[in-house]
């Protein structure tokens, strides 16, 4: 009998929509065939793994009994990504906007930059908005953030992924705040950083 903490890891790892491969069910009555492909439907509180195969079949599977591995998760298909968007003078919004590049630069209206915010997520702005004299937006720590920006998260992969529901939340009222920050703190802070001082 698998713990509930181990069963949440299950769950967590095998989300609706995870495309799986299977090598070998150990099954000597109703086996599904070595390298069938599936799609997982949901995962049980036992831990079973419930499947739609490629075939027909419908037959769950036992993470510790069944050789399978995933071949495509949900958030590699994503081809839209649920982030937070920060426009200067305007409170945050989520939106979904498209995995790639060219929506990720029409939405900063330039080239973008990545600024780690924590090891799930990141915030992408315009990589020339200081430079642009692009409104300013935020602080970020002891930065200044000059144009639209948004909040993705960050799996460690190439691409960046959805936020979860808990990051919307902290990032919202992170970002909640409408800052008055003159155009003038925005070229010191600037300067600050390409002269050091």
């Given at each position: 009998m698998l713990k509930d903490k181990e069963v949440k890891?299950?769950?967590?790892?095998?989300?609706?929509?995870?495309?799986?491969?299977?090598?070998?069910m150990d099954d000597p009555y109703h086996p599904v065939a070595d390298?069938?492909?599936?799609?997982?439907?949901?995962?049980d509180?036992?831990?079973?793994?419930?499947?739609?195969?490629?075939?027909?079949g419908g037959l769950a599977l036992v993470p510790d009994e069944d050789d399978f591995e995933i071949i495509?998760?949900?958030?590699?298909?994503?081809?839209?990504?649920?982030?937070?968007?920060?426009?200067?003078g305007k409170l945050p919004v989520i939106?979904?906007?498209?995995?790639?590049?060219?929506?990720?630069?029409?939405?900063?209206?330039?080239?973008?930059?990545?600024?780690?915010l924590d090891d799930s997520a990141v915030l992408?702005?315009?990589?020339?908005?200081?430079?642009?004299?692009l409104e300013a937006n935020r602080r970020v720590g002891n930065d200044v953030i000059a144009g639209t920006f948004f909040i993705a998260g960050d799996d460690g992969s190439e691409?960046?992924?959805s936020l979860t529901d808990?990051?919307?939340?902290?990032?919202?009222?992170?970002?909640?705040e409408i800052e008055e920050i003159s155009q003038e703190e925005v070229q010191n802070n600037f300067s600050y950083r390409i002269y050091g001082g």
């Open positions: 890891k299950i769950k967590e790892m095998y989300s609706k929509g995870t495309r799986i491969r299977l090598n070998h390298g069938t492909l599936g799609t997982v439907e949901h995962v509180d036992a831990g079973q793994i419930h499947m739609k195969w490629d075939d027909g495509e998760t949900v958030q590699s298909k994503e081809n839209k990504i649920r982030v937070i968007v920060v426009e200067a939106q979904y906007i498209g995995n790639d590049l060219k929506s990720m630069q029409s939405i900063v209206g330039g080239y973008i930059e990545e600024i780690n992408v702005c315009n990589e020339e908005g200081k430079i642009q004299g691409d960046l992924i808990e990051q919307i939340g902290h990032y919202t009222e992170c970002f909640q």
